[in-house]
Protein backbone atom coordinates (compact mmCIF):
# COMPACT_ATOMS: atom_id res chain seq x y z
CA UNK A 1 0.00 0.00 0.00
CA UNK A 2 1.25 3.85 -0.49
CA UNK A 3 1.90 5.35 2.45
CA UNK A 4 -1.25 8.33 2.58
CA UNK A 5 -1.88 10.87 5.03
CA UNK A 6 -3.83 14.17 4.94
CA UNK A 7 -5.01 15.63 8.23
CA UNK A 8 -7.61 18.90 8.76
CA UNK A 9 -6.51 20.65 12.20
CA UNK A 10 -7.16 24.15 13.84
CA UNK A 11 -3.74 26.16 13.89
CA UNK A 12 -3.58 26.02 17.47
CA UNK A 13 -4.82 23.47 19.85
CA UNK A 14 -4.21 23.77 23.35
CA UNK A 15 -4.46 21.09 25.95
CA UNK A 16 -3.56 20.90 29.74
CA UNK A 17 -5.71 21.43 33.31
CA UNK A 18 -6.07 25.43 33.55
CA UNK A 19 -5.18 26.20 29.84
CA UNK A 20 -8.29 27.86 29.54
CA UNK A 21 -6.67 30.60 30.86
CA UNK A 22 -4.54 31.40 28.06
CA UNK A 23 -7.86 31.95 26.26
CA UNK A 24 -7.22 36.42 26.59
CA UNK A 25 -4.12 35.82 25.12
CA UNK A 26 -5.51 33.91 22.06
CA UNK A 27 -8.82 36.11 21.83
CA UNK A 28 -6.42 39.75 22.03
CA UNK A 29 -4.66 38.53 18.67
CA UNK A 30 -8.40 37.64 16.98
CA UNK A 31 -10.13 41.09 17.49
CA UNK A 32 -11.75 43.38 19.53
CA UNK A 33 -15.46 42.01 19.46
CA UNK A 34 -16.46 38.60 20.50
CA UNK A 35 -19.25 37.00 20.38
CA UNK A 36 -19.01 33.96 22.99
CA UNK A 37 -22.09 31.47 21.87
CA UNK A 38 -23.12 29.05 25.01
CA UNK A 39 -26.34 27.90 26.59
CA UNK A 40 -28.31 29.34 29.31
CA UNK A 41 -26.87 26.87 32.22
CA UNK A 42 -23.38 27.73 31.28
CA UNK A 43 -23.37 31.40 31.03
CA UNK A 44 -24.78 31.47 34.80
CA UNK A 45 -21.93 29.51 35.89
CA UNK A 46 -18.97 31.37 38.15
CA UNK A 47 -15.92 29.65 36.08
CA UNK A 48 -17.59 30.87 33.01
CA UNK A 49 -18.10 34.27 34.57
CA UNK A 50 -14.63 34.62 35.44
CA UNK A 51 -13.14 33.42 32.15
CA UNK A 52 -15.21 36.14 30.57
CA UNK A 53 -14.17 38.72 32.62
CA UNK A 54 -10.74 37.69 31.78
CA UNK A 55 -11.50 38.62 28.34
CA UNK A 56 -13.06 41.91 28.85
CA UNK A 57 -10.25 42.91 30.94
CA UNK A 58 -7.24 41.86 28.19
CA UNK A 59 -9.17 44.91 26.53
CA UNK A 60 -12.28 43.05 24.33
CA UNK A 61 -15.50 43.84 23.89
CA UNK A 62 -17.62 41.33 24.94
CA UNK A 63 -21.42 39.98 24.10
CA UNK A 64 -22.69 37.03 25.53
CA UNK A 65 -25.66 34.73 23.01
CA UNK A 66 -26.55 32.32 25.97
CA UNK A 67 -29.27 30.62 23.57
CA UNK A 68 -27.77 27.77 22.09
CA UNK A 69 -30.73 24.64 22.78
CA UNK A 70 -30.33 20.96 22.44
CA UNK A 71 -30.52 19.62 19.22
CA UNK A 72 -29.61 22.82 17.74
CA UNK A 73 -32.75 24.44 15.86
CA UNK A 74 -32.14 26.51 13.21
CA UNK A 75 -34.35 29.23 15.32
CA UNK A 76 -31.53 29.50 18.18
CA UNK A 77 -28.45 29.84 15.13
CA UNK A 78 -30.98 32.89 13.40
CA UNK A 79 -31.01 34.38 16.93
CA UNK A 80 -27.42 34.10 17.38
CA UNK A 81 -26.65 35.65 13.98
CA UNK A 82 -28.91 38.66 15.07
CA UNK A 83 -27.30 39.26 18.21
CA UNK A 84 -23.70 38.88 16.12
CA UNK A 85 -24.54 41.41 13.39
CA UNK A 86 -26.18 44.14 15.91
CA UNK A 87 -23.30 43.76 18.12
CA UNK A 88 -20.74 43.97 15.39
CA UNK A 89 -18.61 41.21 16.63
CA UNK A 90 -15.29 40.16 14.52
CA UNK A 91 -14.54 37.39 16.09
CA UNK A 92 -16.43 34.19 17.85
CA UNK A 93 -16.05 32.32 21.01
CA UNK A 94 -17.57 28.74 21.23
CA UNK A 95 -17.76 27.64 25.01
CA UNK A 96 -20.10 24.14 26.01
CA UNK A 97 -20.84 20.97 24.76
CA UNK A 98 -20.80 20.00 21.06
CA UNK A 99 -24.04 21.89 20.07
CA UNK A 100 -22.38 24.98 21.91
CA UNK A 101 -19.33 24.72 19.16
CA UNK A 102 -21.54 23.51 16.19
CA UNK A 103 -23.45 27.03 17.09
CA UNK A 104 -20.61 28.55 17.14
CA UNK A 105 -19.13 27.51 14.08
CA UNK A 106 -22.32 27.93 12.07
CA UNK A 107 -22.83 31.88 13.20
CA UNK A 108 -19.67 32.26 12.41
CA UNK A 109 -20.36 30.93 9.37
CA UNK A 110 -23.28 33.02 8.57
CA UNK A 111 -21.74 36.34 9.24
CA UNK A 112 -19.17 35.71 7.70
CA UNK A 113 -20.86 35.17 4.41
CA UNK A 114 -24.92 36.10 5.69
CA UNK A 115 -27.58 33.94 3.99
CA UNK A 116 -29.59 30.97 5.81
CA UNK A 117 -27.87 27.94 7.41
CA UNK A 118 -29.51 25.36 4.99
CA UNK A 119 -27.75 27.47 1.80
CA UNK A 120 -24.68 25.40 3.12
CA UNK A 121 -25.91 22.39 4.16
CA UNK A 122 -24.10 19.64 2.32
CA UNK A 123 -20.00 19.11 2.04
CA UNK A 124 -18.14 22.33 0.10
CA UNK A 125 -20.85 24.64 0.25
CA UNK A 126 -18.92 27.81 2.48
CA UNK A 127 -17.44 29.48 0.16
CA UNK A 128 -14.78 31.26 2.13
CA UNK A 129 -13.23 31.80 5.69
CA UNK A 130 -15.29 32.11 7.98
CA UNK A 131 -14.95 34.39 11.16
CA UNK A 132 -12.34 33.31 13.54
CA UNK A 133 -13.45 31.00 15.94
CA UNK A 134 -12.32 30.05 19.24
CA UNK A 135 -13.63 27.05 20.58
CA UNK A 136 -13.53 25.67 24.31
CA UNK A 137 -15.42 22.28 25.21
CA UNK A 138 -17.11 21.34 28.18
CA UNK A 139 -17.74 17.72 27.33
CA UNK A 140 -15.57 15.15 26.46
CA UNK A 141 -17.78 14.03 23.52
CA UNK A 142 -17.88 15.14 19.95
CA UNK A 143 -14.96 16.62 19.23
CA UNK A 144 -16.18 19.20 17.25
CA UNK A 145 -13.76 21.56 18.84
CA UNK A 146 -10.98 20.55 16.09
CA UNK A 147 -13.92 19.00 13.13
CA UNK A 148 -14.81 20.54 9.66
CA UNK A 149 -18.34 19.65 10.40
CA UNK A 150 -21.70 21.21 12.60
CA UNK A 151 -24.64 19.65 12.24
CA UNK A 152 -28.41 21.24 13.35
CA UNK A 153 -31.94 20.48 13.66
CA UNK A 154 -34.15 22.29 10.70
CA UNK A 155 -37.75 21.67 11.22
CA UNK A 156 -38.28 20.99 7.25
CA UNK A 157 -35.77 17.79 7.11
CA UNK A 158 -36.94 14.63 8.55
CA UNK A 159 -33.63 14.44 9.99
CA UNK A 160 -30.19 16.23 11.37
CA UNK A 161 -28.35 17.82 8.59
CA UNK A 162 -24.89 18.65 8.69
CA UNK A 163 -22.30 21.57 7.39
CA UNK A 164 -18.78 20.01 6.26
CA UNK A 165 -16.36 22.09 5.05
CA UNK A 166 -12.60 22.80 5.91
CA UNK A 167 -13.20 26.78 6.39
CA UNK A 168 -15.89 25.51 9.98
CA UNK A 169 -12.42 24.77 11.47
CA UNK A 170 -11.84 26.54 14.65
CA UNK A 171 -8.87 28.65 14.59
CA UNK A 172 -7.78 27.72 18.30
CA UNK A 173 -8.62 25.13 20.36
CA UNK A 174 -8.23 25.10 23.77
CA UNK A 175 -9.58 21.85 26.14
CA UNK A 176 -9.69 22.08 29.57
CA UNK A 177 -10.37 18.86 31.45
CA UNK A 178 -10.94 20.56 34.74
CA UNK A 179 -14.34 22.32 32.86
CA UNK A 180 -15.45 18.85 32.28
CA UNK A 181 -15.34 17.87 36.03
CA UNK A 182 -19.04 18.94 36.81
CA UNK A 183 -20.08 16.54 34.06
CA UNK A 184 -23.09 14.45 35.78
CA UNK A 185 -22.66 10.22 35.24
CA UNK A 186 -25.00 9.96 32.35
CA UNK A 187 -23.09 12.83 29.88
CA UNK A 188 -20.22 12.02 30.97
CA UNK A 189 -20.92 8.33 29.92
CA UNK A 190 -22.66 9.47 26.90
CA UNK A 191 -20.31 11.38 25.42
CA UNK A 192 -17.22 9.66 26.54
CA UNK A 193 -19.18 6.80 24.21
CA UNK A 194 -19.77 8.63 21.33
CA UNK A 195 -16.10 9.43 21.05
CA UNK A 196 -15.19 6.06 21.40
CA UNK A 197 -17.56 5.73 18.03
CA UNK A 198 -15.93 8.43 16.52
CA UNK A 199 -12.38 6.75 17.01
CA UNK A 200 -13.72 2.67 16.19
CA UNK A 201 -15.61 4.24 12.98
CA UNK A 202 -12.34 6.42 11.77
CA UNK A 203 -10.06 3.73 12.36
CA UNK A 204 -11.98 0.95 10.07
CA UNK A 205 -14.21 3.23 7.95
CA UNK A 206 -12.95 2.67 4.08
CA UNK A 207 -9.87 3.55 2.35
CA UNK A 208 -9.89 5.33 -0.85
CA UNK A 209 -7.30 5.79 -3.68
CA UNK A 210 -5.47 8.38 -2.68
CA UNK A 211 -5.46 10.32 -5.98
CA UNK A 212 -4.64 14.18 -5.97
CA UNK A 213 -8.58 15.44 -5.77
CA UNK A 214 -9.04 13.38 -3.20
CA UNK A 215 -8.37 16.39 -0.56
CA UNK A 216 -10.76 18.20 -2.94
CA UNK A 217 -13.76 16.54 -3.62
CA UNK A 218 -14.31 14.91 -0.04
CA UNK A 219 -14.35 16.42 3.47
CA UNK A 220 -14.02 12.98 4.62
CA UNK A 221 -11.51 11.22 3.06
CA UNK A 222 -11.67 7.86 4.63
CA UNK A 223 -8.71 6.18 6.39
CA UNK A 224 -5.42 7.37 6.09
CA UNK A 225 -1.99 7.48 8.08
CA UNK A 226 -2.76 10.73 9.78
CA UNK A 227 -6.26 10.05 11.11
CA UNK A 228 -5.20 6.23 12.13
CA UNK A 229 -2.79 7.65 14.52
CA UNK A 230 -5.26 10.10 15.92
CA UNK A 231 -7.90 7.17 16.24
CA UNK A 232 -5.37 4.42 17.79
CA UNK A 233 -4.57 7.11 20.06
CA UNK A 234 -7.96 7.71 21.41
CA UNK A 235 -8.76 4.64 21.90
CA UNK A 236 -6.33 3.86 24.28
CA UNK A 237 -7.31 6.58 26.52
CA UNK A 238 -10.57 6.62 26.09
CA UNK A 239 -10.57 2.85 26.38
CA UNK A 240 -8.32 3.54 29.78
CA UNK A 241 -10.52 6.03 31.37
CA UNK A 242 -14.44 6.00 30.28
CA UNK A 243 -15.16 4.04 33.34
CA UNK A 244 -13.69 5.37 35.87
CA UNK A 245 -14.53 9.08 35.01
CA UNK A 246 -18.34 7.91 35.02
CA UNK A 247 -17.75 6.08 38.17
CA UNK A 248 -16.15 9.24 39.67
CA UNK A 249 -16.19 12.49 38.25
CA UNK A 250 -13.65 13.82 40.70
CA UNK A 251 -11.12 11.12 39.19
CA UNK A 252 -8.48 13.93 37.74
CA UNK A 253 -6.46 11.58 35.52
CA UNK A 254 -9.25 9.83 33.97
CA UNK A 255 -11.02 13.46 33.42
CA UNK A 256 -7.88 14.21 31.36
CA UNK A 257 -7.18 11.16 29.42
CA UNK A 258 -11.24 11.63 28.22
CA UNK A 259 -11.21 14.64 27.02
CA UNK A 260 -8.04 14.16 25.83
CA UNK A 261 -9.19 10.89 23.45
CA UNK A 262 -12.21 12.71 22.70
CA UNK A 263 -10.06 15.89 21.04
CA UNK A 264 -7.76 12.90 19.15
CA UNK A 265 -10.91 11.06 17.87
CA UNK A 266 -12.39 14.38 16.96
CA UNK A 267 -8.89 15.09 14.86
CA UNK A 268 -9.28 10.84 13.71
CA UNK A 269 -12.74 11.45 12.23
CA UNK A 270 -12.94 15.09 11.17
CA UNK A 271 -10.49 14.30 8.16
CA UNK A 272 -11.53 10.28 7.94
CA UNK A 273 -15.04 10.26 8.27
CA UNK A 274 -17.91 7.52 10.28
CA UNK A 275 -19.40 5.20 8.86
CA UNK A 276 -22.85 3.05 9.28
CA UNK A 277 -23.15 3.24 12.87
CA UNK A 278 -23.80 7.67 12.65
CA UNK A 279 -26.00 6.31 9.54
CA UNK A 280 -28.32 4.23 11.96
CA UNK A 281 -28.39 6.89 14.20
CA UNK A 282 -29.75 9.87 11.89
CA UNK A 283 -33.25 8.23 11.57
CA UNK A 284 -32.93 6.20 15.08
CA UNK A 285 -32.37 9.74 16.77
CA UNK A 286 -35.01 11.86 15.01
CA UNK A 287 -37.57 8.92 16.02
CA UNK A 288 -36.78 8.50 20.03
CA UNK A 289 -35.43 12.21 20.44
CA UNK A 290 -32.42 10.29 22.24
CA UNK A 291 -28.97 11.51 22.58
CA UNK A 292 -26.98 11.18 19.71
CA UNK A 293 -24.04 9.94 21.38
CA UNK A 294 -26.50 7.08 23.10
CA UNK A 295 -27.71 5.92 19.56
CA UNK A 296 -24.11 5.82 17.99
CA UNK A 297 -22.71 3.58 20.77
CA UNK A 298 -25.36 1.14 20.89
CA UNK A 299 -24.79 0.68 17.03
CA UNK A 300 -21.41 0.58 17.61
CA UNK A 301 -21.00 -3.43 18.21
CA UNK A 302 -23.03 -4.40 15.86
CA UNK A 303 -21.81 -2.49 13.26
CA UNK A 304 -18.26 -3.96 14.04
CA UNK A 305 -19.95 -7.21 14.04
CA UNK A 306 -21.27 -7.13 10.68
CA UNK A 307 -18.21 -5.20 9.26
CA UNK A 308 -15.68 -7.80 10.94
CA UNK A 309 -14.65 -9.81 8.23
CA UNK A 310 -14.21 -6.29 6.07
CA UNK A 311 -11.70 -5.16 9.04
CA UNK A 312 -10.77 -8.04 11.11
CA UNK A 313 -7.06 -6.50 11.58
CA UNK A 314 -8.27 -3.23 12.26
CA UNK A 315 -10.38 -4.74 14.79
CA UNK A 316 -7.45 -6.50 16.46
CA UNK A 317 -5.80 -3.45 16.30
CA UNK A 318 -8.43 -1.49 18.17
CA UNK A 319 -8.42 -4.28 20.86
CA UNK A 320 -4.56 -3.69 21.49
CA UNK A 321 -5.20 0.05 22.00
CA UNK A 322 -8.26 -0.84 24.52
CA UNK A 323 -5.45 -3.03 26.16
CA UNK A 324 -7.79 -6.17 26.47
CA UNK A 325 -6.42 -10.01 26.54
CA UNK A 326 -6.80 -11.36 22.55
CA UNK A 327 -7.33 -14.96 21.44
CA UNK A 328 -4.47 -17.00 19.55
CA UNK A 329 -5.72 -17.77 16.22
CA UNK A 330 -7.86 -16.51 13.40
CA UNK A 331 -7.98 -12.62 13.49
CA UNK A 332 -11.57 -12.63 13.13
CA UNK A 333 -11.79 -14.34 16.68
CA UNK A 334 -9.37 -11.68 18.25
CA UNK A 335 -11.66 -9.32 16.54
CA UNK A 336 -14.44 -10.74 18.06
CA UNK A 337 -13.17 -10.60 21.26
CA UNK A 338 -12.57 -6.97 20.73
CA UNK A 339 -16.13 -6.36 19.66
CA UNK A 340 -17.31 -7.76 23.51
CA UNK A 341 -14.65 -5.84 24.90
CA UNK A 342 -16.18 -2.57 23.29
CA UNK A 343 -20.06 -4.20 23.81
CA UNK A 344 -19.14 -4.58 27.70
CA UNK A 345 -17.68 -1.29 28.01
CA UNK A 346 -20.88 0.48 26.63
CA UNK A 347 -23.22 -1.40 28.81
CA UNK A 348 -20.83 -0.84 32.17
CA UNK A 349 -21.18 2.94 31.44
CA UNK A 350 -25.16 2.53 30.60
CA UNK A 351 -25.70 2.42 27.15
CA UNK A 352 -28.83 0.56 26.12
CA UNK A 353 -27.99 -3.07 24.30
CA UNK A 354 -31.24 -2.83 21.73
CA UNK A 355 -33.13 -0.10 19.61
CA UNK A 356 -35.99 -1.33 21.54
CA UNK A 357 -34.71 0.02 24.73
CA UNK A 358 -34.65 3.39 23.02
CA UNK A 359 -38.51 2.92 21.99
CA UNK A 360 -38.24 1.83 18.55
CA UNK A 361 -41.15 -0.74 17.30
CA UNK A 362 -41.11 -2.94 14.66
CA UNK A 363 -42.51 -1.00 12.28
CA UNK A 364 -40.18 1.78 12.30
CA UNK A 365 -37.55 -0.27 11.41
CA UNK A 366 -38.07 -0.17 7.09
CA UNK A 367 -38.28 3.32 7.34
CA UNK A 368 -34.98 2.98 9.30
CA UNK A 369 -33.23 0.79 6.66
CA UNK A 370 -34.34 3.09 3.64
CA UNK A 371 -33.44 6.26 5.75
CA UNK A 372 -29.70 5.59 7.08
CA UNK A 373 -28.54 3.81 3.11
CA UNK A 374 -30.12 7.25 2.17
CA UNK A 375 -27.19 8.97 4.20
CA UNK A 376 -24.41 8.35 1.49
CA UNK A 377 -21.56 10.52 2.89
CA UNK A 378 -21.36 7.81 5.76
CA UNK A 379 -22.49 4.48 3.72
CA UNK A 380 -19.45 5.15 1.37
CA UNK A 381 -17.36 5.40 4.45
CA UNK A 382 -18.09 1.71 5.73
CA UNK A 383 -15.65 -0.95 5.15
CA UNK A 384 -18.19 -3.61 4.19
CA UNK A 385 -20.43 -1.90 1.17
CA UNK A 386 -24.10 -2.21 2.47
CA UNK A 387 -27.28 -2.85 0.29
CA UNK A 388 -30.67 -3.36 1.31
CA UNK A 389 -30.55 -6.76 2.88
CA UNK A 390 -26.77 -6.10 4.86
CA UNK A 391 -28.95 -3.16 5.95
CA UNK A 392 -31.74 -5.16 7.29
CA UNK A 393 -29.87 -7.82 9.18
CA UNK A 394 -27.83 -5.03 10.81
CA UNK A 395 -31.21 -2.66 11.54
CA UNK A 396 -32.74 -6.23 12.91
CA UNK A 397 -30.07 -7.68 15.01
CA UNK A 398 -29.83 -4.01 16.77
CA UNK A 399 -33.40 -4.40 17.56
CA UNK A 400 -33.41 -7.58 18.74
CA UNK A 401 -30.46 -6.82 20.87
CA UNK A 402 -28.86 -10.08 19.61
CA UNK A 403 -25.23 -10.12 17.56
CA UNK A 404 -24.98 -13.66 17.34
CA UNK A 405 -26.82 -13.47 13.97
CA UNK A 406 -24.75 -11.24 12.88
CA UNK A 407 -21.70 -13.44 13.87
CA UNK A 408 -23.05 -16.54 12.55
CA UNK A 409 -23.91 -15.29 9.07
CA UNK A 410 -20.08 -14.58 9.22
CA UNK A 411 -19.00 -17.64 10.19
CA UNK A 412 -21.07 -19.13 7.36
CA UNK A 413 -20.03 -17.53 4.62
CA UNK A 414 -16.12 -17.81 5.08
CA UNK A 415 -17.44 -21.84 5.49
CA UNK A 416 -19.45 -21.59 2.70
Known amino acids: MTLFGA ?9 GSGQRSSLPKFASRMGQRALVVTDERLAADRTFRD ?41 VIGIGGGSCLDAAKVISLLLAHGGKASDYYGEFMVPGPTLPLISIPTTSGTGSEVTPVAVLTDPDRALKIGIASPYLISDTAICDPELTFTCPPSLTAVSGADALTHAIEAFTTARREPGADLVHEHVFLGKNAFSDHYALLAIQHIGASLRAAFENGNDIVA ?24 AVQYPVGAMTHTPHGTGVALMM ?46 AAVG ?29 KNNPRPLDVAAMKTLVGAAFAGDRSALKASADQRKAS
Request: charged share 15%.
Open 51 to 91: LIDAVAAAGITVKVFAGVVAELPVECIAAGVADGESFGADF
Open 7 to 15: IRTPRNIVF
Open 255 to 278: RERLMFGAMSAGLAFGTAGTAAAH
Open 351 to 379: IPSSLKDLGITGDQLPAIVTQSLGIARLI
Open 301 to 346: PYVMQINRDWCAPELVEVGRALGISLPEGPAELAADATIDAVADLF
